[in-house]
C-alpha cells in the first residue's frame, strides 16, 4: 500500500478520534444522549481506521501521530467549538508536538516512506 493511502487512513482516523473527542465535551459527563451516541460512533470508526493503519505502519509511529495531531487539532477545537482559551506556553507546547510530527515524518527511518 503507498504511503499517501497509509497517511489518509491515519489523518481519519485521527480526525474522528478528535470529533469523538468534541462530543465526548459536548455529552457533560454523559448526561446528553445524541453527543454520547456521537461520541462512540466516532471513536469505533476512530479505531478501525487505526487498527487499519497499523497493518502497515510501525505502532509507535502511528500512535506518536495519533497523539500528537490529535492533541494540537483537539486543542484548536477546543478554542474554536468550546471557547477554551490557550496561553502562550500552551501556544509553545503545541508548536514544539507538531515540530515533533515533522521530524518524525521528514527525518525518521523508522516511518514507512
Known sequence: MNPATL????????????????????????TRLTP???MVLCYAVAFFFLSYALRHIPVGIAY????????V???IAGYVVFGQKLDLP??????LIIAGVLVLNLFSKSTFH
Open 90 to 95: 500552551a501556544i509553545l507546547g503545541l508548536a
Open 64 to 71: 506518536a501521530l495519533w497523539s500528537g495531531l490529535g492533541i
Open 73 to 75: 487539532l483537539i486543542s
Open 36 to 38: 454520547t451516541v456521537l
Open 7 to 30: 497517511y489518509t487512513v491515519l489523518v481519519i482516523a485521527i480526525v474522528f478520534e478528535v470529533l469523538g473527542t468534541s462530543a465526548m465535551q459536548a455529552a457533560q459527563h454523559f
